[in-house]
């Protein structure tokens, strides 16, 4: 049963990936996502894994120390074109908000987030996909809802493909995720 969103990204995720896909997991985290699709990938391809938080980066360059297709970086998501090439991208994986149990400062925040999305968008191959996962429970996650969800709608469904996922009968800070998928 899919009782979480996060769950419910991976599933769409595993149908999407394909061995030899590069694969950015934008906000490394606990490296959760960055696990994830380094099963789905086994060998094959490549993540890189992006945090501001040194630790969290530390951590997953310890455990990923002998796998040559997962490279952590610490550096904010807003530079992911110093580390991806153009046209070269098949998924990106943003799971906004902060580490639960982790300094809250280190949060995304709207203008990072927007700068790097901007950024994803064009290194994206066509056909390539975006999950994005946004928390509205915290005042920067709000901000970034609240103007990047007008951003998304706006965009011409030739060139892009946005889809909602969000839940029904939960309260209005239950998480919200979008799957942007490039057309054109
Ligand atoms: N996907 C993670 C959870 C991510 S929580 C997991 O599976 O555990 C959000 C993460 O985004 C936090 O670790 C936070 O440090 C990171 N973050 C905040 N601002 C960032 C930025 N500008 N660039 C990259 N990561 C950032």
């Given at each position: ?50 945090d ?36 070269t ?7 906004l908000g ?34 994005m ?14 103007y ?37």
């Open positions: 049963m899919i009782t979480k969103l996060t769950e419910f990204n991976h599933v769409l995720l595993k149908a999407y990936i394909k061995k030899g896909m590069t694969i950015l997991d934008a906000t490394l985290g606990n490296g959760y996502d960055t696990a994830f699709v380094r099963e789905c990938l086994g060998e094959s391809g490549q993540v890189i894994a992006m501001v938080n040194e630790a969290a980066v530390i951590k997953a360059q310890e455990a990923w120390l002998t796998c040559k297709n997962v490279r952590c970086v610490h550096d904010g998501h807003e530079h992911v074109d110093e580390y991806v090439k153009e046209d991208l098949d998924v990106a994986i943003y799971n902060y580490l639960p149990g982790s300094d809250k400062c280190l949060t995304t925040r709207l203008n990072t987030t927007l700068e790097s999305l901007e950024k994803t968008m064009r290194l994206l191959k066509v056909g390539g996909v975006i999950s996962t946004f928390y509205v429970g915290h005042s920067q996650g709000k901000e970034e809802y609240d990047i969800m007008p951003f998304l709608k706006q965009l011409p469904p030739k060139q892009y493909h946005v889809l909602l996922c969000q839940y029904a009968n939960q309260s209005a800070n239950a998480p919200t995720s979008v799957w942007i998928e490039k057309k054109s």
